[in-house]
Structures are given as structure tokens and as C-alpha cells.
């Protein structure tokens, strides 16, 4: 097993050099930056729904008048509406996924190497960046597919209940209930594959300029083979993002809420963002010499086979 205490030392002393030795305000500026734009894939969304509890009984005839409108448009209409929200909440999402990509990139350059650059390290890494974004897409469109055509199939099923503004039975809830619930245990393992694809799958690649499909392979054989290490690290990770939220919810409030501002609140909290990237390749350079990126070797050694491969 590997020490978990050490990195905290070491990520301690490396946070003080990048940001205290010396201090300077336009490097802090820039290493915010890319902090922000690497923060953009841990970033999560919300949606709510609909009830049916307008539907029935006395109503403003403003508020009746309005539905019979909206109703009288029809189901496909509805469908296609549907639709369209799809394809642009997944344009939104690509878009911000691809700087998500970039920005992990540049932030673990910039971490590594003690510099503040943003045009160097975007064109060093584009390659494994696009890469990334396009499983990263992939990975994150699917859940989003599922709840948009889960959606209109519950939209389709429902709406015969609102033309008549009637109200199903619990039993016609029930089967939507517990697909949502399925759907939510199914994202449990895709939220921590990404998890370990963010934290060690990155470093991997940055540091072997090797293929998704490469890193991807290695990240699982990591995790198979150093599955209770990982669990660890997974569990202190977590105890980390509960203090950085409690934090960030105390400064945002100090600062009469000019700290939950996007970008300054990352500004504002850059010693934790770059305290975790040391942490997290400090633990990860425990596992061997084939995933220790201090320092950074000026050629890239090649990407290592894997057990019984040739």
C-alpha cells in the first residue's frame, strides 16, 4: 500500500513554491485561469421536472387559458422541443468539455513545471486533449441521451393525462421511479471511471503522450491492480472536496458573495486547486516509475506494455 500522508507534505511545500516563492499577482492571475478552465469538467448540472399538480381542480382562467394553449400545440411539437433543448444543451456541453480538456492539461503543466503559460502547453497537448474530449463527450452525452429520450417517452406516455387533466394512478408512477433509479446507479460507475480519468488518466497521458485507448487500458489495470489504494484515495479525496466546498461557501460569504463569482472564486481559492494536482500526482508516482511525472522528462518515454502483452 501506498503513503498517503507523505503527499500531503510534499504537495504542501510544492503549493508554497508555485504560489509563495514569490509571490506574484499576474502568475496567480494565470494559474486561476487554467484552474478555471480545468474546474470546467468537474463542474455538474441539475434539471427539475414537472408535476402534475396544476392540472386539475379551480384555476385561474390566466393560468387554464395558458395550458389549453401550450397543450393545443400538440404532442410532436412537444417532441421536437424536446429535441432541440437536446442538441443545444449538447453543443453547451461539448463546448465545455473541449476547454475542460484543455485546461486539465495546461493546469498540470503549469503545476509541474512551476510556470504560468497558457499558449505553450494548449498547443503541446492538443492532440491528447482533443482525444479526451471526444471520449469525455461520448462518456458524458450518454447519461444525457438517456434522460432526454427517457423524457420523451414519459412525456408521450403522460400526455393523455394532460389533455384530460387528470391524474394517473401511483402505480402509473411507479415503473418512471424506479427507472430514474436505475439510470442513477448506472451513472455511480461512469462518475468515478471520469473520477480516476481526471485525477490519474491525464498525468498518464501527459506524461506518454500516449492514446486514449492506451491510457485508458493502464488506468484500469491501475485500478485492478491497486483497487484498495485507489478506494483510499478516492475516500480522501472526497473528505478534500467536502473541506474545499465548506471553504468556498465561507470565503464566498466573507467577500459578500464577490467570492462565488465563476473564475474569481477559483482565483480566490488557487492554493487548494493546486495543493490537490500535487497531491494527486505525489500519490499517483507511488505506483512506479511509469506514472512519476517530478520532474518531467524533456522526451516522453515510450507508453509501458501491459502484463502479457508482447
Known amino acids: 500500500m501506498i503513503d498517503f500522508g507523505k503527499p ?33 469538467l468537474s463542474g455538474a448540472g441539475g434539471g427539475g421536472g414537472n408535476g402534475f399538480s396544476n392540472l386539475g381542480g379551480n ?30 444543451i449538447g453543443f453547451i456541453t461539448f463546448i465545455f468539455i473541449a476547454l475542460g480538456c484543455r485546461g486539465q492539461f495546461i493546469f498540470l503543466h503549469n503545476v509541474l513545471n512551476n510556470k504560468a503559460e497558457v499558449k505553450k502547453p494548449w498547443k503541446e497537448y492538443s492532440r491528447q486533449a ?34 384530460s387533466k387528470t391524474f394517473p394512478t401511483l402505480a402509473v408512477y411507479l415503473p418512471w421511479i424506479l427507472a430514474l433509479v436505475g439510470f442513477g446507479l448506472l451513472i455511480i460507475p461512469l462518475s468515478l471511471f471520469l473520477f480516476f480519468l481526471h485525477d490519474f488518466g491525464v498525468p498518464i497521458m501527459a506524461k506518454h503522450r500516449c492514446s486514449m485507448l492506451q491510457t485508458v487500458k493502464h488506468l484500469g489495470h491501475l485500478l485492478r491492480t ?19 466546498v465548506i471553504g468556498t461557501i465561507l470565503i ?58 508482447a
Open 226 to 244: 491497486r483497487f484498495l489504494d485507489c478506494i483510499i484515495y478516492l475516500l480522501i479525496r472526497f473528505g478534500m472536496g467536502v473541506i474545499f
Open 130 to 163: 482533443n482525444e479526451l474530449t471526444l471520449w469525455h463527450f461520448f462518456l458524458s452525452i450518454i447519461p444525457m441521451l438517456m434522460i432526454f429520450i427517457l423524457m420523451g417517452f414519459a412525456l408521450a406516455y403522460f400526455w393523455p393525462f394532460i389533455i
Open 59 to 88: 384555476h385561474h382562467d390566466g393560468g387554464t387559458n395558458l395550458l389549453e394553449k401550450l397543450v393545443s400545440m400538440g404532442l410532436p411539437f412537444w417532441l421536437l422541443i424536446l429535441a432541440l433543448i437536446a442538441l443545444l
Open 8 to 40: 500531503f507534505k510534499h504537495a504542501y511545500a510544492h503549493t508554497s513554491k508555485v504560489l509563495f516563492q514569490p509571490f506574484e499577482f499576474t502568475k496567480w492571475l494565470t494559474l486561476g485561469f487554467t484552474a478555471w478552465l480545468a474546474s470546467f
Open 252 to 309: 464566498g460569504c466573507l467577500t459578500c458573495c464577490i467570492g462565488f463569482l465563476p473564475y474569481i472564486s477559483t482565483v480566490l481559492t488557487l492554493p487548494y486547486h493546486v495543493f490537490r494536482q500535487s497531491y494527486a500526482l505525489n500519490c499517483l508516482a507511488q505506483f512506479g516509475s511509469d506514472y512519476d511525472l517530478w520532474p518531467v522528462a524533456l522526451i516522453p518515454p515510450p507508453i509501458p506494455p501491459l502484463p502479457g502483452e
